[in-house]
């Protein structure tokens, strides 16, 4: 199974901001540190707002963080709320797909793996994802601070 870009961004901006642990982080933040679109970020941040994953806080000084606890957002929960297709055969998604569909038990065992997939997913919660803090924290804040220190530096 391979799943969109937009549900692994989902995952990375959760990973993101489950790291600050509560402080608002920008999506200019999150864009710079994994080199992805600001456009493509605000769409995913917005959809997991829409979702209850992210509250979002706008103006000066404004952010995203977790609306919940990272220990309560199961990552099969958000590869479910963030995919618009599991179906990794045209079968699972379609009636009509096939001449046999109605008989073949091939859609039977990629259904069964499917949910499998997603059960295996369901074990984890983004609390487990973030574990590392300390490691992830200097990976995905270190940019961060090094541009905050250099506008105060500046006097900017």
Request: hydrophobic share 40%; glycine share 8%; proline share 3%.
């Amino acid at each position: 199974m391979r799943l969109t870009l937009h549900t692994d961004y989902s995952l990375r901006v959760l990973i993101h901001a489950g790291v600050a642990d509560g402080k608002l982080v920008t999506i200019n933040e999150i864009a710079k540190t994994f080199d992805i679109s600001k456009q493509h970020l605000m769409k995913v941040v917005n959809n997991l707002s829409q979702k209850g994953y992210l509250d979002t806080v706008r103006g000066r000084g404004g952010g995203i963080r977790l609306s919940r606890p990272p220990r309560d957002i199961k990552v099969g929960e958000v590869v479910r709320a963030t995919e618009e297709t599991l179906g990794v055969i045209g079968c699972l998604e379609q009636r009509g797909y096939c001449p046999i569909q109605r008989v073949c038990e091939l859609r039977g065992v990629f259904n069964e793996a499917t949910q499998a997939f997603l059960a295996v997913l369901d074990g984890y919660t983004l609390a487990d994802l973030i574990k590392p803090r300390r490691a992830l924290s200097s990976l995905l804040l270190v940019d961060q601070h090094a541009s905050r220190n250099a506008t105060l530096s500046a006097g900017i």
